[in-house]
């Protein structure tokens, strides 16, 4: 089957900063300091409104600024590195981020114990770093930076305390792709317990964690389950950020994926367009959101007997997601996966062969073997080489590398 795809975005809400403490300096560098601060400052405003290309500019000249003052292995240094790591993971340059977030935790792994607001950054850094590992499809490494700010964090921060929940809803990020779904269903419930007791139940930063529960239903099949969580994603947003913000529409495609599991097509095609008119304006031509829902309305499309704008859709997709992701990301194959079942629905047997032989073999380097991907891409490639008369190549996929699935 075609698999429509949710967004799991990270969580929305506010970290607290470090303010360099410009008396525990040296004087001579106290304007250099200052500078930094106030260019800091600003990245952070940039970001906020989404310019991150500006952003990023002023991080990294406070960056320049801040080590020429106080050295590279400062706790301030390190506030301004996972700020960087921040707005590079916005932007899907994932190499930079990982490289700027390794150092800020690094820095971190030195001064712990020191100060509450250091521990609290040690917390954030770590929980960016698994966040980045997990967008590079890197679950299994993505797990010990979170379960280790997950204990710092109870231990130092609280059990109530608001970074403690941004830990546990990247945890059950990573989880829900690790196939561990009932992990993931409870850090999720236990995050949104400490957002609610803090914020309120209408709070719209508890919309990231009403959206995740809902893609952790998409992810078992159970899309009716999921639906409510995705309706009140959308509300909690848009009393917040308005009908045309981009995370008000990722939520709308989110939304949509959920009905389109459930044969909603005709309403799961109107919140498509609408988020992708909304995204294209907002991130132009390339982004992740766009080919998540280039993937998803092609499955639509499909649903609906619409061929030829299904395959356009698809292939514009796997563009999109190898230039961000890498060629060999699961997220890649899920749409190659796709693109074969599109293929064979109109008998294009050799068209659809080497699609589902590329996402199988990438699903199993990226995923557990029980993981939903990996029996759905396996079972569709098993029952393709049936109808070309590969007998033999079909039951060898069904066996696979670890275990055998029944279909």
């Not at 470090?18 to 040296?26: C, H």
């Not at 389950?225 to 308005?242: I, K, Y």
């Not at 909304?278 to 499909?302: C, Q, S, T, V």
């Not at 061929?307 to 699961?330: C, F, M």
């Amino acid at each position: 089957m075609n698999q429509p795809q949710m967004i799991s975005p990270v969580n929305t809400l506010e970290v607290t900063r470090l303010d360099p403490p410009p008396a525990t300096k040296k004087a001579s560098h106290l304007d250099d300091i200052e500078a930094a601060t106030q260019l800091h400052e600003r990245s952070i405003s940039h970001a906020a409104q989404g310019q991150l290309e500006k952003a990023a500019a002023l991080g990294l000249q406070a960056l320049t600024l801040l080590e020429q003052a106080v050295g590279s292995d400062d706790p301030d240094v390190a506030n301004v590195l996972n700020h960087l790591a921040e707005i590079y993971l916005e932007q899907g340059d994932y190499a930079k981020a990982t490289q700027f977030c390794q150092r800020a935790v690094a820095i971190l792994d030195q001064v712990s114990g020191l100060e509450i607001e250091l521990d609290r950054l040690w917390v954030q850094a770590l929980g960016n770093l698994g966040n980045i590992y997990r967008n590079q499809g890197r679950y299994v490494k993505a797990e010990a930076p979170l379960l280790k700010a997950l204990a710092i964090a109870e231990e130092i921060l609280g059990f109530n305390d608001l970074d403690l929940a941004t830990t546990l809803n990247y945890l059950g990020m990573v989880y829900k792709y690790l196939a561990r779904f009932d992990e993931a269903e409870r850090v999720y419930h236990r995050a949104l317990a400490i957002m609610e007791k803090k914020l309120g139940p209408d709070n719209p930063n508890l919309a990231s964690l009403y959206h995740n529960l809902g893609g952790l239903e998409h992810t078992r099949g159970r899309y009716a389950e999921g639906e409510p969580f995705a309706r009140r994603a959308v509300a909690l947003r848009e009393q917040e950020l308005g009908p045309n913000h981009p995370t008000v529409a990722a939520d709308m495609a989110a939304l949509a994926a959920l009905l389109d599991g459930q044969g909603k097509y005709v309403e799961a095609e109107k919140l498509y367009w609408r988020a992708l008119t909304i995204f294209e304006k907002a991130y132009g031509p390339i982004h992740y959101e766009l080919a998540i829902n280039y993937n998803n309305l092609a499955a639509n499309m499909d649903a609906q007997g619409n061929e030829s704008e299904a395959e356009r859709l698809y292939r514009r997709a796997i563009i999109i997601k190898e230039k961000l992701l890498g060629p060999k990301h699961p997220d890649v194959a899920l749409t190659l996966n796709n693109l074969a079942v599109h293929y064979k629905i109109q008998g294009k047997y050799n068209e659809a062969e080497p699609f589902y032989r590329r996402a199988l073999t990438i699903f199993e380097k990226a995923l557990e073997p029980t993981h939903p991907n990996v029996i759905t891409t396996r079972a569709n490639y098993a029952k393709l080489l049936r109808e070309m008369n590969r007998e033999d190549e079909a039951r060898a996929i069904e066996v696979g590398p670890e275990l055998s699935y029944k279909i």
